[in-house]
């Protein structure tokens, strides 16, 4: 006689939704003791990397590119600037524009930012590889994809 396991669909611990929750609670966990050296917060270190990958950009085009609110972006990049590791103006053509450029500061914090993502798979135990296919398992909830399927 063999046994079946019903599974309970409704059960809190076999929600996705649930994991990805907790997931994304746990992250600013994880990397938090591994900014502070760096003297960013973790949405500060998403908008670092956003303009370690393209400087200068709008407020907009970072607000977007970080899928935030410019009104919650705004404070991130002000104290950034505080800090010395980006700078703000007004473009000269259109200066309804808020440009963002990277400081020399900014650009030489990102020498020491590249042992981050492998602190990151050593504290929790991840390979490259095994990052990878997370991150590309996630990109199908991030609204991206969704928001490009709608095209």
Request: hydrophobic share 45%; net charge negative.
């Amino acid at each position: 006689m063999t046994t079946q396991v019903t599974v309970d669909a409704l059960a809190l611990e076999n929600q996705l939704c649930f994991a990805i929750v907790t997931a994304a609670r746990n992250v600013v966990a994880v990397y938090r003791p591994i900014l502070e050296p760096l003297g960013l917060t973790h949405p500060q270190y998403l908008v670092m990397l956003a303009l370690w990958e393209e400087s200068p950009r709008s407020l907009g085009e970072l607000a977007g590119e970080l899928a935030m609110e410019s009104a919650t972006l705004s404070p991130l990049v002000k104290r950034l600037e505080a800090q010395g590791r980006v700078s703000r103006s007004r473009r000269a053509d259109d200066e309804r524009v808020l440009e963002i450029t990277l400081t020399d500061e900014g650009r030489m914090l990102r020498e020491e930012a590249l042992a981050v993502p492998g602190r990151i798979m050593e504290r929790v135990g991840m390979d490259a590889g095994d990052i990878h296919r997370l991150r590309d398992a996630l990109v199908r909830f991030s609204g991206r994809a969704t928001i490009d399927h709608e095209r």
